[in-house]
């Protein structure tokens, strides 16, 4: 059984209960009126949660409620207040699979399997993969270390089955408030809609993630093709039923292949490529309220003057991405 153990903040003394209820967000516990030392409020700020063969979680809680049961028992609910992304990771993939033995979060995966899956689940598509089959390798060994390393810009959630992946959704922290679901995949399982069961694990998973001041997170971005219907049905048009841009915005954008082997080559006559100005700022400013009113700059936060770039650059360059 599952238990915490931390230091009571007011006797100092070491205390283990076992847990009762568990959640992403939150848990509870059964005592009797001899082992009642908690009070609603009180905040314990280095609690450890315990599961057999695997690390203790570290976390900041809070009881949040104490309420008598039958039997003379007494049920306490704490919240989570804070935890880091490893943590929150580890707690969210015991929760998922003890829910759905085939979910898993922040799971090592085979790269071999990995790139199987993207290939038989159409999502490298043939036009895509005469794009990128120059850097193959190169792909597959990060993916690897993405995935193996767990660190902290990224996350995986799969669907799997004997090892066999079935759904696969890769998450990133794109911006400092902002993580993207890169890419959302899936093929048959039987009968299961294995992709909408990614889909509901991924919101899941968010649910909890965007409470927690230590990752900051303010915003979800999705990004996908238009003709592609399963996220269109659904990311697409959840935004067009709300009619909210300034909660749900969507925007459509276009791409180029640029060739990086090719040799520098200089800008036609009238092309001048400099440092954003404040007055490009604006004017990309004015454009985009009258054109979209979305989301998309408040996202970038390009206009104020802070440390997000700083701070990502320094976090992808611990995990060796920089």
């Not at 799997?160 to 399982?189: D, E, K």
């Not at 238009?226 to 909210?244: L, S, T, Y």
Request: charged share 20%; aromatic share 12%.
């Amino acid at each position: 059984m599952p238990n915490i153990t931390f230091e009571h903040p007011l006797i100092s003394k070491n205390i283990q209960m076992d847990i009762k209820n568990l959640s992403s967000s939150g848990f509870s516990i059964a005592l009797s009126a001899d082992e009642d030392v908690l009070m609603p409020g009180m905040i314990i700020r280095d609690l450890k949660m315990n599961f057999s063969g695997a690390l203790p979680i570290p976390c900041k809680v809070q009881v949040l409620y104490r309420r008598v049961e039958k039997k003379n028992l007494i049920c306490y609910g704490f919240v989570i207040l804070d935890m880091d992304v490893v943590a929150y990771n580890r707690l969210s993939h015991i929760v998922m699979n003890i829910i759905d033995p085939g979910a898993h979060v922040a799971d090592e995966v085979d790269a071999d399997h990995l790139w199987e899956f993207l290939f038989d689940s159409g999502f490298i598509y043939p036009q895509k993969y005469n794009i990128v089959q120059v850097n193959r390798q190169l792909m597959k060994q990060t993916y690897q270390r993405l995935y193996r390393d767990n660190p902290e810009i990224t996350t995986q959630i799969t669907y799997q089955r004997n090892g066999r992946i079935y759904g696969h959704a890769s998450m990133i922290r794109s911006y400092r408030r902002t993580w993207m679901v890169h890419h959302l995949a899936a093929r048959p399982l039987d009968k299961k809609r294995t992709g909408l069961q990614v889909l509901k694990n991924i919101m899941h998973y968010f649910n909890g993630l965007y409470r927690l001041p230590t990752v900051g997170m303010d915003y979800m971005m999705f990004y996908f093709r238009p003709e592609n219907r399963f996220p269109d049905h659904f990311f697409g048009g959840f935004a067009r039923h709300f009619k909210n841009q300034r909660a749900c915005s969507m925007d459509l954008f276009s791409y180029l292949n640029y060739p990086t082997t090719c040799s520098r080559k200089p800008l036609p006559n009238g092309w001048l490529l400099g440092e954003c100005t404040a007055a490009d700022l604006e004017e990309l400013n004015f454009f985009y309220r009258n054109t979209s009113n979305g989301l998309l700059l408040d996202v970038l936060h390009l206009d104020k003057e802070n440390d997000d770039g700083a701070f990502l650059t320094e976090l992808y360059a611990r995990q060796g991405f920089i």
